[in-house]
T-cell receptor, first 115, second 114 residues
Framework: AQSVAQPEDQVNVAEGNPLTVKCTYS??????LFWYVQYPNRGLQFLLK??????LVKGSYGFEAEFNKSQTSFHLKKPSALVSDSALYFCAVRPRRGSSYKLIFGSGTRLLVRP | GAGVSQSPSNKVTEKGKDVELRCDPI?????LYWYRQSLGQGLEFLIYFQGNSAPDKSGLPSDRFSAERTGGSVSTLTIQRTQQEDSAVYLC????????????FGEGSRLTVL
């Protein structure tokens, strides 16, 4: 079965410190990979995606993510966290094969950045 | 508007009633998705429309749930004989055609079944 795992329900980090939000997937082939963010009382917003090429992808708000094929992971990172980064983060995958382009989401990780 | 619009933003209904949730996607987006987000849960895929192709209904949890998309634009998600476990935020998203396109989400419709 195709699935996405976000092993941490919550990640706590101090402002100014680097942050990592983990994501692993179980999808055949090389899927397309995405990160979305949901701020309080707001809809989900696209952050970044991996399609092909360089394993390090840069996205909005200073976030980046590293694709690791051997570990089937796509961890979200940021060198220096801001309090305003506190939100709910979702990893998502879309298989490259098949007739449906549905996006499969993980359970989400809440990021809390303390001042 | 420029974004995905959903209505109503909040709906409170009694168990057993039918509800309709509406989604107006971004103009020109041929793909439309419905997801469900329950409290403390991730996003559960419900249904996907792409142009004139047959929709992917593989995520609909029961035959009480149905959705249609008229004229390739507005979509309506209908839940018949609502149950308390249907309480959730129902999210609609649209995207351009193609498998690499990102989704643009609406603010969601919060459904509470009493």
């Amino acid at each position: 079965a195709q699935s996405v795992a976000q092993p941490e329900d919550q990640v706590n980090v101090a402002e100014g410190n680097p942050l990592t939000v983990k994501c692993t997937y179980s999808v055949s082939g090389n899927p397309y990979l995405f990160w979305y963010v949901q701020y309080p009382n707001r809809g989900l917003q696209f952050l970044l995606k991996y399609i092909t090429g360089d394993n390090l992808v840069k996205g909005s708000y200073g976030f980046e993510a590293e694709f690791n094929k051997s570990q089937t992971s796509f961890h979200l990172k940021k060198p220096s966290a801001l309090v305003s980064d506190s939100a709910l983060y979702f990893c998502a995958v879309r298989p490259r094969r098949g007739s449906s382009y549905k996006l499969i989401f993980g359970s989400g990780t809440r990021l809390l950045v303390r001042p | 508007g420029a974004g995905v619009s959903q209505s109503p933003s909040n709906k409170v209904t009694e168990k057993g009633k039918d509800v309709e949730l509406r989604c107006d996607p971004i103009s020109g987006h041929t793909a439309l998705y419905w997801y469900r987000q329950s409290l403390g849960q991730g996003l559960e895929f419900l249904i996907y429309f792409q142009g004139n192709s047959a929709p992917d209904k593989s995520g609909l949890p029961s035959d009480r749930f149905s959705a249609e998309r008229t004229g390739g634009s507005v979509s309506t998600l209908t839940i018949q004989r609502t149950q308390q476990e249907d309480s959730a935020v129902y999210l609609c998203a649209s995207s351009l055609a193609g498998e690499t396109g990102e989704l643009f989400f609406g603010e969601g419709s919060r459904l509470t079944v009493l």
